[in-house]
């Protein structure tokens, strides 16, 4: 066992070091990132008791996501993007410690701190991107996302088992004389996020990593490639949104409280970190739509159980079949994502983080419909109705993803393969 681990870290230590200390601020962020998913959803629900609220946070949040896209294009000709990836990281647990102090919250304060938290996290995404696209190729893609999933999927599990833990008990603790309760646990979660976020920026500064070459990173038309990943990307968008509200919401409508959310989305983790570095490590790039397949498959069998049973099993079965979806869809659609930017970006010789922008502008489309569907029918019909069935029918449309992929990657590997 001790040899096995000796020898991952030992072929770990052998790739470049870009891609070594991006794998490791990612790994320090992801420890950051299921309290923004997870327990940002509880903390609204909690204080406002409406998932509709939730939802219109989530949608402010990509707003954000989106309008610092832009500002990050143009802050890339004069910042380094390594830079502007830290400033993400560090922003994005100042929002989020923020939001916690928040006296009050309303439709006001809601958008806002989502539009905050979305912008913040914007500057980590997209620069994410760039700095993978630029430290990568195809061939070694698998394993950086499998081990990166691996780190997202080991958080999954030991942070809401912690955080739930922490939220549960500090409830009614006395300290210094003052009974504390479940808010002053979430203001206590992020302050340390913080220490978090500022270590990753530390990582982050040893690497060497180059901006774009060209300048302009806006354009209106692209390659039918491209477009056809574009709509990939909306696909994706749909369903993200959900990825996030919908546990939450589920949860404290159903099963319990935060601790209860904790313990659910830990139990499913362990096998999937181990399946998706498993995967990264040995999957080559020709099994990647068989990964990608699975995993659509597995969400919508949740969504299925979610809408029929509309109970704490079902919910528990959701959130499983979710922790699995989430690390497997990403391990085969990003590096799908970035092998069709090395095509297209030979193709129209314009710079990469053009596609980078574009990609935002397509999840952002695909997500205000998947968040619009849900305030939709949660306002025309009722709250139950649409967490019970928007989530099916966002699946199910989801499942259209595997042959536009498919064609995708057909048409590099046959039309464009010189290119790649």
């Not at 362990?270 to 597995?298: E, N, S, W």
């Amino acid at each position: 066992m001790s040899k096995s681990i000796l020898g991952e870290y030992g072929f770990f230590r052998s790739q470049p070091l870009n891609i070594r200390t991006l794998l490791v601020t990612n790994m320090l962020y992801a420890f950051i990132l299921p309290i923004i998913e997870i327990f940002v959803g509880a903390y609204i629900m909690r204080n406002t008791g409406s998932p509709a609220y939730v939802a219109i946070y989530q949608l402010c949040m990509y707003f954000g996501v989106l309008v610092t896209s832009v500002l990050n294009g143009l802050m890339l000709k004069r910042f380094k993007a390594s830079l502007l990836y830290v400033f993400g990281i560090l922003l994005s647990a100042t929002a989020l410690m923020a939001m916690m102090f928040v006296n009050s919250i309303g439709i006001v304060e809601l958008g806002l701190s989502g539009f905050v938290l979305g912008a913040s996290t914007g500057f980590f995404w997209t620069n994410r991107y760039l700095l993978t696209l630029n430290s990568t190729n195809d061939e070694n893609r698998n394993y950086f996302f499998g081990l990166e999933s691996f780190f997202f999927s080991l958080w999954s599990i030991t942070v809401p088992l912690i955080v739930g833990a922490f939220l549960v008990s500090v409830d009614g603790f006395v300290f210094l004389g003052r009974v504390l309760d479940v808010n002053n646990g979430y203001q206590f979660i992020t302050a340390f996020s913080l220490l978090v976020a500022m270590a990753a920026g530390f990582v982050l500064s040893k690497g060497h990593f180059d901006n774009p070459v060209q300048k302009r990173f806006f354009y209106t038309r692209f390659h039918v490639l491209w477009q056809k990943l574009l709509t990939l990307a909306g696909l994706k968008g749909m369903v993200q949104g959900f990825l996030v509200t919908a546990p939450a919401i589920l949860v404290m409508r159903l099963v319990g409280n935060e601790g209860s959310l904790g313990l659910i989305q830990g139990v499913g983790g362990l096998l999937t970190a181990i399946l998706v570095y498993t995967l990264g490590r040995i999957a080559k790039p020709k099994h990647r739509m068989a990964i990608f397949g699975l995993g659509l498959f597995v969400f919508f069998l949740g969504t299925l159980f979610n809408a029929v049973l509309f109970s704490a099993v079902g919910v528990i079965v959701f959130v499983l079949c979710k922790v699995l979806f989430q690390p497997l869809h990403d391990l085969a659609y990003f590096p799908t994502m970035m092998k069709t930017i090395d095509a297209v970006k030979a193709i129209e010789n314009r710079n990469e983080y053009a596609y980078i922008l574009s990609h935002e502008i397509g999840l952002f489309i695909g997500r205000a419909f998947g968040m619009g569907l849900f305030i939709s029918l949660a306002y025309w019909i009722s709250e139950d109705f649409a967490l019970k069935y928007a989530l099916v029918i966002v699946g199910g449309i989801q499942l259209l993803s595997l042959p536009l992929a498919k064609n995708i990657i057909h048409d590099i590997d046959t039309k464009y393969k010189e290119l790649t």
